[in-house]
């Protein structure tokens, strides 16, 4: 099993930018697909982003293209969210998902396909 742990959000005023982490604990990340997913009150859990075992290839929601980058250091057992120009719309809790069973042809946009969850970190932005 794999323990997930988000840190770095908070409250920032819209056209900010922050960067979230995810580490990793209890295996080693690179065995891992890693994804990013957002649940806004009352929303269902949508997705972000999504990072490949190698870290070689992503692939984002049409939502946050070109403002987000999902990134991975394997040695160091982390998963980053990189966001920037954010917008009040990006309010939600963020949490990332882990997962062995992802097959390599799937991009990874769902929830059921993910094992193992982080608590989440809250990311408030203002107009």
């Known amino acids: 099993q794999v323990q997930l742990v988000e840190s770095g959000g908070g409250l920032v005023q819209a056209g900010s930018s922050l960067r979230l982490s995810c580490a990793a604990s209890?295996?080693?990340?690179?065995?891992?697909?890693m994804g990013w997913f957002r649940q806004a009150p009352g929303k269902e859990r949508e997705f972000v982003a999504a990072?490949?075992?190698?870290?070689?290839?992503?692939y984002c929601a049409d939502s946050v293209k070109g403002r987000f980058t999902i990134s991975r250091d394997n040695a160091k057992n982390t998963v980053y969210l990189q966001m920037n120009s954010l917008k009040p719309e990006d309010t939600a809790g963020y949490y990332c998902a882990a997962s062995r069973s992802i097959a390599a042809q799937r991009l990874g946009v769902m929830t059921s396909e993910y094992e193992y969850w982080g608590q989440g970190t809250q990311v408030t932005v203002s107009s």
């Open positions: 209890g295996r080693t990340v690179s065995n891992y697909r």
């Open positions: 990072i490949s075992r190698s870290g070689g290839s992503t």
